[in-house]
């Protein structure tokens, strides 16, 4: 037993003593790697006394000075050596060897500034427009919404057949009071259900009125997406009946600008739209912002209101609700969606005059915010990723190059004891050096084009004010470089450790060609290249010619030099008809007055507003279709509309100043209504039955498209302002030239007539219109500079290895011309090799492109993904570049004096 | 690759050090190289410059201390001594060395006596 006691003492001693020791080894390494160069200086001291004790003695024993020098370093055995295998044993080897190829690969690369700085470039171009466009999707896509549960959340819709589309074709629409409550108590899938309206309050306590955001918000939508105010409390359910006092929450910008942030605002009076509300509460800053702006149709929202619901006689008919909901724990979109599917078509059998073909639809919150953004967005980073491929190829030929050029060093380095990994190593580190310059240089880039970046983001974007490169950007960028170093770096410098030793040796004084495997490695790094290159120059061709055309397509009316803004007439002051169109007969007059103003008129709403107005119509006579909707855009328009406008009457007339209140309802009508409706007769003279009234079709005129240039013919219906007035209205005022000059004018004289009148949503039509297009154009241009990116990277590497291959040859050329060929065929032979490459790639990249291609089918107008004139056109644009890119290089070579080129080696 | 040779020259030079820096107290580098060679009885073809890492790695390990100091001859030399764990350590590995020298003594001889 005691000895066994004894013999665990001595193996713990033993432990412990083991276990010194290692720790005291690994400090001594730590210290020496700190302090290796004074480490280096003591041992070239103590070798030197060494060297010197030795030679002393030898000398004493009798030899010669020089006979005693070399005896002592005889016995030393090898200095070198002797100082090498200290280095291992002082320090950790991996550091001190990763310190010595950091060391070489930052000479080496600036010895060649050349090489270095296209590398870097390249890789710069490449990581930082994927750091650009990441940072976008980051911030727009992959940040949660800042909501409870999110995957849980839905937005809900009315779906109902296109007017005048084909058939199959569905639009969603805002959902009806009555679905709403419908929705509400017979989905059991649904837990609370909230309804949303957004509308503009007329905030009068400031300086001058002022046109808010507003939403109206049924009492269980803060908790449904698990939000509650900053301060204060939420909406109590008994607010939302019609006649409690009324109480506002504040967004928290207009809290920081109203009331500078200070918390005793609550229990305050606020007056908006000339009714006082009581301020109950204080929504936390990123709520409402740009932030959730998709949860309400329009910009961000900055007041907040109960909204009144009253079950009972709920329309049917009128749709202007967005609709969100939470699912139940155990359900899912498809049971939702299900039960408001039967719902849907038990309200068509009991309510058909309403609900003929309406139907319902269940999106999940994401979908419904970030649905028309996200293709878009994929779409720009699978075009960057394939830029930064491009740009690795690029590098990675680069650097095959350098490994050729560089084998005879290698091949030294190889000859003098480094082993094959260290060789690797050592290429390998040379290739993240590049890297990391090259992501740090993306990263200033992407840094420095955000701005510019977000700037020609398309408005609509929801959380575009977040974009930034933050902590998530910086670690995905990091991960590319490092995932592109090693696509780059790897192969190289597998190849380039992969020194035959003889063989180049003895090639040493000639340049060697590199051997027929690694150029047939960097003939296929060109030909996928320009393979990739034609698929994004394909892409974007595809879309310059959609957009192109979508830009092209007439609106049916001019917009150029028409200012329009939105005038908004107090209800108190302005409540009945009369007063309406008094107030708008006297404003045109006021406008008409100003000089610089060619024409004006007034038009609810105005095209290409942020909404458009339907309406529900009846052709008295003519048999209704089971499930058909006869539903029209429909405008308010003032007398001059068409003609300020420059919208063409094509049969009967435009309004006049008699189509008043009193005197026989009319309407004008668009042309494919008029086709459609009396198809082979003349509409003028025809009722048209909107709401209790029925109107005489007096005139028609030319279609004009209301909100998106891609659309299809619309049925549109006009009515006059001075017989069917409405409260807010758009004023559109033509200018001789430059509109906005005509702004100062419009305000004052709207201020003479009413001071407190608030004017809001001011722009040119011309904006209006291409705003529409924002996204098409936005998808266009990156893709168009990403594809020209691509072209310039893939031109730069055919050029690189044409270069390279007329230098290698420059001596076999030189012979050829000696024997006689001529510099034609000199040419002929260069170019034509570089030709295959490139039309290796042209035969590939189409391939691909045919492909690949088919995911932008939804973003195309007018343009077929095939479209043969684009594949045409940019092959044709590719070879020629190409083309350029060897003919250079074979000239240079083609001109060589063959006496020089025999003797250049 | 050839077989790594320097590892056993490195474990008995280890001790032949230590054991130098024993017998006569602190000594430099060359001393050390010239003590070993005469005991071996200029027998052991050592490369003086192995000295140099072995006395690095013992140091490492903490079992000998070096500071500069003057040479006979007045030159700046790094003069070593045996530290405690030193000591130590040389007393295990001598009677290990003995017991295997033994072993490895009485195997040899049982084999002459069979032969």
Redesign the interface.
Known sequence: MAAGGEHCRTLLEDLG?RL??RL??FL??LWALLRSRQMDR??D???A??L???E??YIQQGFSPEDAHCAALR?????T??KE??R???SFMWLDDLRRDLRYALRTLWRSPGFTMVAVFTLALGIGANATIFSVVNAVLLEPLPYADPARLVALKETRPLAGGTTGQRVRVPVSASSFFDWRKQAPSLEQVAAVVTLDLTYTGGTEPEQIGAAAVSANFFPMLGVAPMLGRNFQPEEERPNAGGVVLLGHGFWQRRFTGDPSAIGQALTLDGRPFTIIGVMPPSFGGAGSAGLTRNAARELWIPLTLVEAGASRAANFFDVFARLKPRATLTTAQAEIDVIMQRLEKEFPETNAGRGGKVLSLTEAIFGDVQSTLWLLLGAVVLVLLIACLNVANLLFARATVRSAETAMRAALGASRRRLIQQFFTESLVLTFAGCAAGLMLAWASLQTFISILPSNVPRMDSVAIDGRVLAFTLLISLLTGMTFGLAPAWQGAQTDLNATLKAASRSSSGGVGRTRTRNALVVTQVALSLVLLVGAGLLLKSFVALRGVDPGFDPRNVISLRVNPSREKYGTPQTQSAYYERLLTEVKGIPGVESAAVVYPVPFASFISNQSFRVPGRPIDPGEMLSAQFNIVSPDYFGALRIRITQGRAFTERDRIGSPPVAVVNETLAQRMWPGESPLGKRLGLGRDESEVVGVFADIKQRQLDSEPRLQICVPVLQQPTRVMFLAARGSSDATMLLPAIRQRIAALDAELPLSDIALLEERVAGSIGKQRFAMLLLAIFAGTALALAVVGLYGVMSYLVAQRTREFGIRMALGAKLRDTLKLIVGHGMKLVLAGLVLGVAASLALTKVLGGMLFNVRATDPVTFVAVCTLLAAVGATACYLPARRAAKVDPLVALRAE | MMPDK?DVLYGTLDLMVIKTLEALGPL????I??RIEQISGNQLAL????L??AL??L????WISSRWGK?E?G????IYALTR?GR?QLHQEEAQWLRAANIVGRFLKISENVS
């Open positions: 003593e010194v020791t005291w080894t001594s390494r003591d041992l001291d103590e070798i006394s060494h010197a004790e030795a002393e003695e016995s030393f055995g090898g200095v050596q002797t295998i200290y291992e044993v002082r | 320097s430099h580098g060359y001393r190289a010239r490369n003086q410059g192995t140099y890492p690095l790695k140091e490492q390990m903490g040479s001859s030159r700046r030399v790094r764990a130590n």
